[in-house]
Protein backbone atom coordinates (compact mmCIF):
# COMPACT_ATOMS: atom_id res chain seq x y z
CA UNK A 1 0.00 0.00 0.00
CA UNK A 2 1.33 3.29 -1.11
CA UNK A 3 2.30 6.05 1.39
CA UNK A 4 0.21 8.94 2.18
CA UNK A 5 0.56 12.47 1.64
CA UNK A 6 2.98 14.20 4.48
CA UNK A 7 -0.36 15.95 5.47
CA UNK A 8 -2.41 12.68 6.45
CA UNK A 9 0.66 10.76 7.79
CA UNK A 10 0.43 13.02 11.27
CA UNK A 11 -2.00 14.46 13.37
CA UNK A 12 -3.61 17.48 11.98
CA UNK A 13 -2.07 20.53 13.69
CA UNK A 14 -3.93 23.04 16.15
CA UNK A 15 -3.49 26.84 14.90
CA UNK A 16 -1.92 28.80 17.41
CA UNK A 17 -4.00 31.60 16.32
CA UNK A 18 -6.62 32.29 19.10
CA UNK A 19 -9.28 33.23 16.68
CA UNK A 20 -8.64 30.13 14.19
CA UNK A 21 -8.05 27.89 17.10
CA UNK A 22 -11.20 28.81 18.04
CA UNK A 23 -12.70 28.56 15.15
CA UNK A 24 -11.58 25.28 14.53
CA UNK A 25 -12.69 23.55 17.64
CA UNK A 26 -16.23 24.91 17.19
CA UNK A 27 -16.47 23.85 14.03
CA UNK A 28 -15.35 20.58 14.98
CA UNK A 29 -17.68 19.93 17.52
CA UNK A 30 -20.44 21.30 14.79
CA UNK A 31 -19.58 18.54 12.18
CA UNK A 32 -18.90 16.02 14.36
CA UNK A 33 -22.88 16.59 15.36
CA UNK A 34 -23.78 16.89 11.40
CA UNK A 35 -21.76 13.47 11.34
CA UNK A 36 -24.36 12.02 13.73
CA UNK A 37 -26.69 13.00 11.95
CA UNK A 38 -26.41 12.30 8.81
CA UNK A 39 -25.67 8.55 10.33
CA UNK A 40 -29.21 8.98 11.65
CA UNK A 41 -30.73 10.09 8.40
CA UNK A 42 -28.65 7.72 6.48
CA UNK A 43 -30.73 4.82 8.08
CA UNK A 44 -33.65 6.20 7.63
CA UNK A 45 -33.14 6.96 3.75
CA UNK A 46 -32.53 3.26 3.05
CA UNK A 47 -35.39 2.30 4.10
CA UNK A 48 -37.41 5.04 2.28
CA UNK A 49 -35.69 4.66 -1.34
CA UNK A 50 -36.30 1.23 -0.45
CA UNK A 51 -39.72 0.18 0.03
CA UNK A 52 -40.46 2.64 -2.83
CA UNK A 53 -38.90 0.95 -5.14
CA UNK A 54 -40.34 -1.70 -3.71
CA UNK A 55 -43.67 -0.51 -4.43
CA UNK A 56 -43.30 0.59 -7.72
CA UNK A 57 -42.59 -2.78 -8.96
CA UNK A 58 -45.34 -3.88 -8.46
CA UNK A 59 -47.35 -0.98 -9.84
CA UNK A 60 -48.84 -1.15 -13.30
CA UNK A 61 -47.42 1.59 -15.64
CA UNK A 62 -50.45 3.28 -15.86
CA UNK A 63 -51.04 3.23 -12.30
CA UNK A 64 -52.58 6.79 -10.42
CA UNK A 65 -50.43 6.27 -7.57
CA UNK A 66 -46.79 6.23 -10.05
CA UNK A 67 -46.66 9.74 -9.30
CA UNK A 68 -47.45 10.24 -5.42
CA UNK A 69 -44.28 7.47 -5.59
CA UNK A 70 -42.10 9.34 -7.77
CA UNK A 71 -42.56 12.70 -5.74
CA UNK A 72 -42.03 10.95 -2.43
CA UNK A 73 -38.63 9.55 -3.87
CA UNK A 74 -37.56 12.35 -5.51
CA UNK A 75 -37.87 14.19 -2.42
CA UNK A 76 -36.16 11.54 -0.70
CA UNK A 77 -33.53 12.09 -3.21
CA UNK A 78 -32.91 15.70 -1.99
CA UNK A 79 -32.72 14.97 1.02
CA UNK A 80 -29.77 12.12 -0.15
CA UNK A 81 -28.24 15.18 -1.75
CA UNK A 82 -28.24 17.32 1.40
CA UNK A 83 -27.05 14.32 3.95
CA UNK A 84 -24.16 13.64 1.09
CA UNK A 85 -23.35 17.12 1.87
CA UNK A 86 -23.44 16.74 5.34
CA UNK A 87 -20.85 14.10 4.89
CA UNK A 88 -18.25 15.67 3.10
CA UNK A 89 -18.21 18.88 5.78
CA UNK A 90 -17.92 16.24 8.33
CA UNK A 91 -15.74 13.40 6.80
CA UNK A 92 -14.30 14.87 3.80
CA UNK A 93 -11.02 12.38 4.86
CA UNK A 94 -13.00 8.98 4.44
CA UNK A 95 -13.83 10.42 0.51
CA UNK A 96 -10.23 11.93 0.08
CA UNK A 97 -9.36 10.40 -3.13
CA UNK A 98 -5.86 12.71 -4.40
CA UNK A 99 -4.19 12.69 -7.59
CA UNK A 100 -1.84 15.28 -8.97
CA UNK A 101 -3.60 18.14 -9.59
CA UNK A 102 -2.94 21.04 -12.60
CA UNK A 103 -4.36 23.63 -9.52
CA UNK A 104 -3.99 26.81 -12.14
CA UNK A 105 -6.29 24.80 -14.93
CA UNK A 106 -8.73 23.31 -12.66
CA UNK A 107 -9.43 27.34 -10.93
CA UNK A 108 -9.23 28.93 -14.63
CA UNK A 109 -11.99 26.32 -15.79
CA UNK A 110 -14.29 26.51 -12.93
CA UNK A 111 -13.42 30.62 -13.30
CA UNK A 112 -14.45 30.59 -17.15
CA UNK A 113 -17.34 28.03 -16.29
CA UNK A 114 -18.53 30.60 -13.71
CA UNK A 115 -18.66 33.70 -16.25
CA UNK A 116 -19.97 31.98 -18.45
CA UNK A 117 -23.31 31.00 -16.43
CA UNK A 118 -23.57 34.61 -15.21
CA UNK A 119 -26.90 36.37 -16.83
CA UNK A 120 -25.67 38.47 -19.99
CA UNK A 121 -26.69 41.97 -17.78
CA UNK A 122 -24.80 40.88 -14.83
CA UNK A 123 -22.33 43.89 -14.43
CA UNK A 124 -19.50 41.54 -13.44
CA UNK A 125 -16.00 42.47 -13.94
CA UNK A 126 -13.80 39.34 -12.86
CA UNK A 127 -9.23 39.77 -13.15
CA UNK A 128 -7.23 36.65 -12.59
CA UNK A 129 -3.39 35.74 -11.36
CA UNK A 130 -2.86 32.90 -12.01
CA UNK A 131 0.75 31.60 -11.26
CA UNK A 132 1.48 27.85 -12.10
CA UNK A 133 1.18 25.51 -9.58
CA UNK A 134 0.89 21.64 -9.65
CA UNK A 135 0.02 19.93 -6.00
CA UNK A 136 -1.67 16.56 -4.50
CA UNK A 137 -4.73 17.23 -4.14
CA UNK A 138 -8.60 15.88 -4.79
CA UNK A 139 -9.81 17.53 -8.06
CA UNK A 140 -13.28 17.14 -7.32
CA UNK A 141 -13.51 18.00 -3.56
CA UNK A 142 -11.60 21.65 -5.16
CA UNK A 143 -14.31 21.75 -7.43
CA UNK A 144 -16.79 22.28 -4.60
CA UNK A 145 -14.51 24.46 -3.40
CA UNK A 146 -14.52 26.44 -6.19
CA UNK A 147 -18.27 26.25 -6.56
CA UNK A 148 -19.46 27.36 -3.52
CA UNK A 149 -16.79 30.44 -2.88
CA UNK A 150 -17.71 31.01 -6.62
CA UNK A 151 -21.33 31.39 -5.68
CA UNK A 152 -21.01 33.17 -3.25
CA UNK A 153 -18.99 35.80 -5.08
CA UNK A 154 -22.24 35.78 -7.28
CA UNK A 155 -24.73 36.20 -4.47
CA UNK A 156 -22.63 39.69 -3.10
CA UNK A 157 -22.26 40.91 -6.20
CA UNK A 158 -26.10 40.82 -7.09
CA UNK A 159 -25.76 44.47 -7.93
CA UNK A 160 -22.41 44.32 -9.95
CA UNK A 161 -18.80 44.89 -8.72
CA UNK A 162 -15.45 43.22 -9.36
CA UNK A 163 -13.68 39.86 -7.99
CA UNK A 164 -10.18 39.25 -8.68
CA UNK A 165 -8.66 35.40 -8.68
CA UNK A 166 -5.15 34.85 -7.59
CA UNK A 167 -3.28 31.70 -7.27
CA UNK A 168 1.37 32.59 -6.48
CA UNK A 169 3.41 30.38 -4.29
CA UNK A 170 3.64 31.34 -0.50
CA UNK A 171 6.53 30.66 1.63
CA UNK A 172 5.01 30.42 5.17
CA UNK A 173 7.37 31.85 8.26
CA UNK A 174 7.72 29.20 10.85
CA UNK A 175 6.02 31.23 13.06
CA UNK A 176 3.16 31.93 10.66
CA UNK A 177 2.54 28.21 9.79
CA UNK A 178 2.30 27.52 13.12
CA UNK A 179 -0.64 29.86 13.83
CA UNK A 180 -2.56 28.42 11.11
CA UNK A 181 -1.51 24.87 11.75
CA UNK A 182 -0.23 23.43 9.16
CA UNK A 183 2.99 21.37 8.83
CA UNK A 184 4.68 22.60 6.36
CA UNK A 185 5.36 26.09 4.91
CA UNK A 186 5.66 25.78 1.45
CA UNK A 187 3.02 25.74 -0.47
CA UNK A 188 0.42 28.11 -2.58
CA UNK A 189 -2.09 31.13 -1.84
CA UNK A 190 -5.38 31.52 -3.58
CA UNK A 191 -6.97 34.70 -2.76
CA UNK A 192 -10.82 35.38 -3.79
CA UNK A 193 -12.16 38.83 -3.44
CA UNK A 194 -14.96 40.55 -4.30
CA UNK A 195 -16.22 44.32 -3.44
CA UNK A 196 -19.89 43.42 -2.72
CA UNK A 197 -22.47 43.77 0.17
CA UNK A 198 -19.30 42.13 2.87
CA UNK A 199 -20.73 40.54 6.42
CA UNK A 200 -20.82 42.09 9.92
CA UNK A 201 -18.16 41.53 11.99
CA UNK A 202 -20.61 38.66 13.51
CA UNK A 203 -21.65 36.80 10.35
CA UNK A 204 -17.99 36.98 9.17
CA UNK A 205 -16.78 35.03 12.87
CA UNK A 206 -20.03 32.68 11.93
CA UNK A 207 -19.03 32.20 8.37
CA UNK A 208 -17.92 28.95 8.49
CA UNK A 209 -20.19 27.04 10.88
CA UNK A 210 -22.49 24.17 9.29
CA UNK A 211 -25.97 25.35 8.14
CA UNK A 212 -25.16 29.46 9.16
CA UNK A 213 -26.26 31.50 6.33
CA UNK A 214 -26.97 35.21 5.82
CA UNK A 215 -29.22 34.51 2.90
CA UNK A 216 -32.49 33.59 2.28
CA UNK A 217 -33.16 30.19 4.63
CA UNK A 218 -35.36 28.82 1.40
CA UNK A 219 -32.28 29.25 -1.29
CA UNK A 220 -29.40 28.32 0.95
CA UNK A 221 -28.59 25.39 2.79
CA UNK A 222 -25.75 27.12 4.94
CA UNK A 223 -22.81 24.37 4.38
CA UNK A 224 -20.95 25.79 1.89
CA UNK A 225 -18.13 27.47 3.67
CA UNK A 226 -18.42 24.68 6.18
CA UNK A 227 -17.40 22.10 3.27
CA UNK A 228 -15.06 25.13 1.87
CA UNK A 229 -12.94 24.88 5.73
CA UNK A 230 -13.18 20.80 5.79
CA UNK A 231 -11.98 20.14 2.42
CA UNK A 232 -8.70 22.64 2.89
CA UNK A 233 -7.85 21.20 6.03
CA UNK A 234 -8.19 17.79 5.37
CA UNK A 235 -5.71 18.38 2.30
CA UNK A 236 -3.31 19.93 5.49
CA UNK A 237 -4.06 23.76 4.29
CA UNK A 238 -5.99 26.34 6.08
CA UNK A 239 -8.94 29.25 4.85
CA UNK A 240 -9.22 32.40 6.41
CA UNK A 241 -12.10 34.96 5.60
CA UNK A 242 -11.84 38.77 6.01
CA UNK A 243 -15.09 40.86 5.54
CA UNK A 244 -16.32 44.09 6.14
CA UNK A 245 -19.84 45.33 5.68
CA UNK A 246 -21.00 47.28 2.20
CA UNK A 247 -16.79 46.70 1.65
CA UNK A 248 -16.54 43.52 0.62
CA UNK A 249 -14.67 39.98 1.26
CA UNK A 250 -11.37 38.28 0.78
CA UNK A 251 -11.22 34.20 1.11
CA UNK A 252 -7.44 33.17 1.84
CA UNK A 253 -6.35 29.75 0.99
CA UNK A 254 -2.71 28.32 1.84
CA UNK A 255 -2.03 24.52 0.46
CA UNK A 256 1.05 22.58 1.06
CA UNK A 257 2.96 21.90 -1.77
CA UNK A 258 5.09 19.01 -0.72
CA UNK A 259 3.74 15.49 -0.46
CA UNK A 260 5.74 12.93 1.21
CA UNK A 261 9.08 10.74 0.18
CA UNK A 262 8.75 9.15 -2.88
CA UNK A 263 6.03 11.59 -3.96
CA UNK A 264 3.41 8.81 -3.77
CA UNK A 265 -0.43 8.97 -3.23
CA UNK A 266 -3.08 7.76 -0.75
CA UNK A 267 -5.24 4.81 -2.96
CA UNK A 268 -8.86 5.24 -2.43
CA UNK A 269 -10.67 3.12 -0.60
CA UNK A 270 -12.20 1.33 -3.19
CA UNK A 271 -9.21 0.68 -5.61
CA UNK A 272 -8.09 -1.21 -1.86
CA UNK A 273 -10.87 -3.73 -2.40
CA UNK A 274 -9.68 -5.94 -5.14
CA UNK A 275 -11.28 -9.27 -4.65
CA UNK A 276 -9.73 -13.02 -6.47
CA UNK A 277 -12.52 -14.99 -8.48
CA UNK A 278 -14.39 -17.66 -6.14
CA UNK A 279 -16.57 -20.12 -7.19
CA UNK A 280 -20.76 -19.02 -7.17
CA UNK A 281 -22.21 -20.71 -3.91
CA UNK A 282 -24.60 -23.29 -4.04
CA UNK A 283 -26.60 -21.99 -1.37
CA UNK A 284 -29.14 -18.96 -1.96
CA UNK A 285 -29.79 -18.50 2.31
CA UNK A 286 -28.51 -15.19 3.60
CA UNK A 287 -27.72 -13.62 6.95
CA UNK A 288 -27.64 -10.08 7.44
CA UNK A 289 -26.84 -8.64 10.66
CA UNK A 290 -27.55 -5.14 11.67
CA UNK A 291 -29.02 -2.94 14.56
CA UNK A 292 -31.74 -0.89 12.54
CA UNK A 293 -35.20 -3.34 12.17
CA UNK A 294 -36.36 -0.78 9.21
CA UNK A 295 -32.93 -1.29 7.56
CA UNK A 296 -32.88 -4.84 8.13
CA UNK A 297 -36.88 -5.42 6.83
CA UNK A 298 -36.17 -3.63 3.50
CA UNK A 299 -32.94 -5.68 2.91
CA UNK A 300 -34.69 -8.75 3.71
CA UNK A 301 -37.41 -7.94 1.22
CA UNK A 302 -35.09 -6.87 -1.36
CA UNK A 303 -33.02 -10.28 -1.01
CA UNK A 304 -36.26 -12.50 -0.73
CA UNK A 305 -37.84 -10.97 -4.40
CA UNK A 306 -34.38 -12.04 -5.28
CA UNK A 307 -34.75 -15.43 -4.22
CA UNK A 308 -32.89 -16.06 -0.98
CA UNK A 309 -34.04 -17.49 1.76
CA UNK A 310 -33.32 -15.31 4.46
CA UNK A 311 -31.94 -14.28 7.99
CA UNK A 312 -31.50 -11.73 10.43
CA UNK A 313 -30.06 -10.91 13.46
CA UNK A 314 -30.28 -7.31 15.08
CA UNK A 315 -26.53 -7.77 17.18
CA UNK A 316 -23.13 -10.09 17.14
CA UNK A 317 -24.23 -12.74 19.61
CA UNK A 318 -28.06 -13.74 18.00
CA UNK A 319 -25.85 -13.38 14.55
CA UNK A 320 -22.73 -16.28 16.23
CA UNK A 321 -25.39 -18.55 16.55
CA UNK A 322 -27.42 -18.25 13.18
CA UNK A 323 -24.76 -18.50 11.11
CA UNK A 324 -23.14 -21.77 13.47
CA UNK A 325 -26.71 -22.86 12.81
CA UNK A 326 -26.78 -22.26 9.30
CA UNK A 327 -22.86 -22.00 8.19
CA UNK A 328 -22.75 -25.25 5.91
CA UNK A 329 -26.45 -24.01 4.02
CA UNK A 330 -25.36 -20.09 3.77
CA UNK A 331 -24.93 -18.39 0.24
CA UNK A 332 -24.49 -15.00 1.82
CA UNK A 333 -23.52 -12.80 4.83
CA UNK A 334 -24.22 -9.37 5.38
CA UNK A 335 -22.52 -7.54 8.02
CA UNK A 336 -22.39 -4.10 9.66
CA UNK A 337 -18.83 -2.68 9.90
CA UNK A 338 -19.64 -1.26 12.89
CA UNK A 339 -22.08 -3.49 15.43
CA UNK A 340 -20.83 -2.97 18.55
CA UNK A 341 -20.62 -6.63 20.27
CA UNK A 342 -18.85 -7.80 17.01
CA UNK A 343 -17.92 -5.48 14.14
CA UNK A 344 -17.63 -6.44 10.49
CA UNK A 345 -14.35 -7.39 10.13
CA UNK A 346 -13.95 -9.15 13.18
CA UNK A 347 -16.90 -11.23 11.95
CA UNK A 348 -15.71 -11.82 9.26
CA UNK A 349 -12.34 -13.14 10.32
CA UNK A 350 -14.49 -15.74 12.37
CA UNK A 351 -16.40 -16.57 9.32
CA UNK A 352 -13.68 -17.49 7.02
CA UNK A 353 -12.17 -19.63 9.79
CA UNK A 354 -14.07 -22.51 8.84
CA UNK A 355 -15.91 -21.19 5.50
CA UNK A 356 -12.94 -19.38 3.59
CA UNK A 357 -15.31 -19.40 0.24
CA UNK A 358 -18.97 -17.51 1.12
CA UNK A 359 -19.68 -14.13 0.47
CA UNK A 360 -19.52 -11.57 2.87
CA UNK A 361 -20.65 -8.06 2.06
CA UNK A 362 -19.92 -5.26 4.73
CA UNK A 363 -22.11 -2.79 5.37
CA UNK A 364 -20.35 1.11 6.49
CA UNK A 365 -22.25 3.44 8.36
CA UNK A 366 -21.92 7.30 8.16
CA UNK A 367 -21.10 7.22 11.28
CA UNK A 368 -17.75 4.66 11.04
CA UNK A 369 -14.62 6.23 11.76
CA UNK A 370 -11.68 6.39 8.93
CA UNK A 371 -11.66 2.89 7.38
CA UNK A 372 -7.87 3.22 6.31
CA UNK A 373 -6.80 0.55 9.62
CA UNK A 374 -8.99 -2.16 8.69
CA UNK A 375 -8.45 -1.70 4.37
CA UNK A 376 -5.70 -4.30 4.36
CA UNK A 377 -8.01 -6.75 6.43
CA UNK A 378 -10.85 -5.97 4.14
CA UNK A 379 -9.04 -7.12 1.16
CA UNK A 380 -6.80 -10.06 2.65
CA UNK A 381 -10.22 -11.69 3.74
CA UNK A 382 -11.89 -11.37 0.20
CA UNK A 383 -14.93 -9.19 1.52
CA UNK A 384 -16.86 -6.49 -0.37
CA UNK A 385 -17.61 -2.88 1.17
CA UNK A 386 -20.86 -1.00 0.33
CA UNK A 387 -21.59 2.84 2.11
CA UNK A 388 -25.05 4.11 3.57
CA UNK A 389 -26.83 5.66 1.89
CA UNK A 390 -27.21 3.28 -0.82
CA UNK A 391 -30.32 2.10 -3.87
CA UNK A 392 -31.93 -1.39 -3.44
CA UNK A 393 -30.15 -1.04 -6.78
CA UNK A 394 -26.73 -0.38 -5.65
CA UNK A 395 -27.14 -2.94 -3.27
CA UNK A 396 -28.28 -5.86 -5.44
CA UNK A 397 -25.66 -5.47 -7.90
CA UNK A 398 -23.27 -5.25 -5.15
CA UNK A 399 -24.73 -8.95 -3.84
CA UNK A 400 -24.50 -10.36 -7.41
CA UNK A 401 -20.79 -9.10 -7.91
CA UNK A 402 -19.72 -11.08 -4.91
CA UNK A 403 -21.80 -13.91 -5.20
CA UNK A 404 -21.34 -14.37 -8.81
CA UNK A 405 -17.19 -13.56 -7.92
Known amino acids: MAPRPLWLTRPRRSPTSPALRERDERLEALVQLAGRLAHDFNNLLVPVLGYTALIKEEMPPDSVVLPYLNAMEKSARKTESAVAELLLAARSEREFKPGQVDFTELIARELSQWKNSLAPAAAITVKQALQPCSLVADDAQFQVVLRHLLGNVRYALATGGTVEVSLNPKNLTPKRAEEL ?76 AGVDGDGAMRHSVNAELALEERAAPASAQALIVDEDPLFLEVLKSSLQRSGFEVWIAKDGKEALNLYNNLAANLGLVVWNLSMPELPGVDAAAQIRQTNPDVPIVLISSAGDENLDPVLDRISSLKLRLIKKPFTLKSFLETINESVIC
Open 181 to 256: GVESPDGFELTIHDDGFGMSEEAARRAFEPFFTTRSKSCALGMGLALVHSIVRTHGGQVVLESRKDIGTTVRIWLP
